[in-house]
């Protein structure tokens, strides 16, 4: 089985995208809402036809607009599975997975193979109506795998499960995946997914890859607004002054300078981010005195409270990126005595704040 | 109080809902009481009823069998076509509904008649549908094909697209998916949209009696059957009509009105 490439536009729908996935490898796509995670999954399966696109695995191309290659579903050989398992109600379990295989004589041993590989041999003669959702989520791997598809595209595949199931199915997914050897695509918004699952996570954002790198990279210095908040860090937006130093550029104010330690070398004028944990951030109703630290006023637009801790939620940046968070001990906050509106000082020591450029290197 | 008591319901909808239920049994009442039991058995096997029988049950499923050949692919694009030609269809389709019977016998004169935009071509080969026993399964699968289409339509928006789209990523060729997956979960609403469409071309009589007239054993089904005796025997016509009743009921209560067993109806489709 061969790698993955995808380049594909979609432009009534604001899809450009492009990317690789070689053979073995998963691939978690992360974005908000509309970012086009689930245009993509149904350009790569061809449910949708792309205005302009090439999408090949290994030697085989799917589509090619420019030569008028348009693969059917049928013929693709992409398995797709979605959120709602949508397992023929018709037709028993094993039926089912049959009918995925049904090309081969031995169609029927095959399905058991296939159902024994996700745990499911027990259930062969069930209706699929009388499955659990993680049960029938299970089912419907087995029978996209038995369809020996030459990619995986999963679309949130744990998304309609209750935490118990979903954790079951992702060490289940985790388990098949690990051994399997094509390229998979893996939607997701959720953490433990890409942590468990993904060699690489991509970042969809309005339409485009803002980042795209290995899991352990994206999770521990994001370049995307969606990345960061997505691995619950702080991310600010700007350019290279100085060593060590970063400033924004927003229309509407001045740029403010950040100081932080380059964790990679950094060239004066290139696109840069600075993160920051939101503990490392401290709170303030006045500004302070001191040494070298980042400071900066901003008004509170929401507090969240979790488990005794406290996220002090900023308003949103001045380059329209997510508000910035602090995370203080419920103790402090009412000390403060915070409230929502209230304007006060956000202060990170410079150790805390890392600057990477913008753009993944080699990615 | 139990779920779903209708308690809520204000105690004068009550009223109005019991007369309209009286009103709909009341006749079928006096059906049944106007009816010579004694002689029922003689009435309804006389050869005339006999025929009139046997040619309605014929005509019915023939024309139910047409309506599923035509209407299952029919109802079935409208339901997956979002296009301008479906839109314009969809209420064509509907219009046998509406229009008067005898209208719509009238209309069918002039498409298969001797002189008809079809019938001119045909008579010229030498096939005659008119007045014929053919005659009488166009009638009915005119006037049924829109009850199949409509219930057909409705149940494929139900169950929608996802299934078709997971088998087809599974590898399975567009007419597989058809016949093993589109069709089978259809099949509630095949079974009930052939229900309707058999118990609409059983009941069949202004249009066939324009577009096939009345010919016994050829075209004199038996609603005709019991317009005719209406006015030589009064007594056969009830116990015919008690007949069409039982008829249209058997087949309506025995297979419509049964779910099928096995699984539940699809609810839902997925992104």
Redesign the interface.
Known sequence: MGELQVSAAVPARGLEVSFTVAAGEVLAVLGPNGAGK?TTAAVL?G?LRPERAVIRIGGRTLTDTGRGVAV?????????M???P?L???MSVLGNVT??AR?HDDARTRARHWLQRVDAAELAER???MLSGGQAQRVALA??L??E?DALVL?EPLAGLDVAGASSMRAMLREVLLQDSRPVVLITHDLLDVLGLADRALVLESGHVAEVGPVADVLAAPRSHFGARFAGVNLVRGIVAGPGTLRTVAESEPGQRWYGVAVEPLTVGCDAVAVFAPGAVAVYRDRPHGSPRNSIRVRIAGLDVDAGAVTVRADDQADGGPGLAAAVTAESLAQLGLAVGERVWFTIKTQEVGLHAAGRPGA | MRPGNPATLPRWVYLPAAAGAVFVVLPLVALAVNVDWADFGALVSSPASRAALLLSLRTAGASTLLCLILGVPLALVLARQHGRVAGLLRPLILVPLVLPPVVGGIALLYVFGRLGLLGQYLEAAGIRVAFTTTAVVLAQTFVSLPFLVIALEGAARTVGT??D??????????AA?WW??TL??L?PGLLSGAVLAFARALGEFGATLTFAGSRQGVTRTLPLEIYLQREIDPGAAVALSILLIAVAAIVVLGLGWRRLS???A?V????
């Open positions: 689930s399966a449910l059917p579903i049928h013929d693709r050989r992409v398995g797709l979605l959120q709602d949508l023929f109600p018709h009918f995925a090309r209706k699929p109506g029978r996209a038995a369809a598809p679309d | 996802g299934y789209t997971v088998a087809a990523t599974l590898g399975a060729r567009p998916v093993r997956v089978p979960l099949a096995g699984w539940n699809p839902g489709t997925g992104g």
